[in-house]
């Protein structure tokens, strides 16, 4: 199983941004964000394939956020920008180390998650 590290959790103003990192052990083919704010389902952020370098994101974030592979390295960055109070949740990294006819969102897919970091923003 793939050991996920995530950092860069805070709070900020709204407008304001942040950037998460993942860190991942051993190999994987996706790295997802997904986020959960308190009594609401988890839901998929944005995703990256590492062979392709495809990305996707979530109808919520387009424009605003950007994921992305750190060169030579099995780690994923979300740069957050024009942050917005509804983006506040716990942020979650999962990693999937195989190709599937399942969605990046399908959670149920994602063998490995981290322990979640908490990004705020506040109005």
């Known amino acids: 199983q793939v050991q996920l590290v995530e950092s860069g959790g805070g709070s900020v103003q709204a407008g304001g941004s942040l950037r998460l990192s993942c860190a991942a052990s051993?190999?994987?083919?996706?790295i997802a964000w997904f986020r959960q704010a308190p009594g609401k389902e988890r839901e998929g952020v944005a995703a990256i394939y590492f062979r392709t370098s495809n990305t996707y994101y979530a109808d919520s974030v387009k424009g605003r956020f950007t994921i992305s592979r750190v060169n030579a390295m099995n780690t994923v960055n979300l740069q957050m920008d024009s942050l917005k109070p509804e983006d506040t949740a716990m942020y979650y990294c999962a990693a999937d180390d195989r190709p599937s006819n399942r969605a990046w969102s399908d959670l149920v897919r994602f063998g490995s998650w981290g322990q979640g970091t908490q990004v705020t923003v506040s109005a």
């Open positions: 051993g190999y994987t083919y996706l």
